[in-house]
């Protein structure tokens, strides 16, 4: 059983920056593909950011590409997204998820089998 918990959302000023963090549990971690993704409000799911666990191509969402950044501690299975330069659009609530196969990039394809309960990230104009 794999176990999620993301951490560190507040809420920030246009502009500024801010580090969130997933946590995880679980043996299928050592081999897995980890993403994040965000919902605001009335919206779609948004795809961030999809990485392996053990090397591998990282794709990241148009919307956060320069800005965002990911970052891995895989010996803590914790795994850290570096938000740079945020926008008010960038509010939303950010989700980790896991699992043990990426469908194409990840970002919008195919179900991700574990998430974490996620963190709300506010940008004030």
């Known amino acids: 059983q794999v176990h999620l918990v993301e951490s560190g959302g507040d809420s920030v000023q246009a502009g500024g920056s801010l580090r969130i963090s997933c946590v995880g549990s679980g043996s299928a971690l050592s081999n897995a593909y980890i993403g994040w993704f965000r919902q605001a409000p009335g919206k779609q799911r948004e795809g961030v950011v999809t990485?392996?666990?053990?090397?591998?191509?990282?794709y990241y969402g148009d919307s956060v590409k320069g800005r965002f950044t990911i970052s891995q501690d895989n010996a803590k299975n914790t795994w850290y997204l570096q938000m740079n330069s945020l926008k008010p659009e960038d509010t939303a609530v950010y989700y980790c998820?896991?699992?043990?196969?990426?469908?194409?990039?990840?970002?919008?394809?195919?179900?991700?089998?574990?998430w974490g309960q996620g963190t709300q990230v506010t940008v004030s104009s």
């Open positions: 998820a896991a699992d043990v196969f990426r469908y194409g990039d990840g970002l919008n394809h195919g179900p991700w089998r574990w």
């Open positions: 990485f392996s666990t053990t090397g591998g191509r990282t």
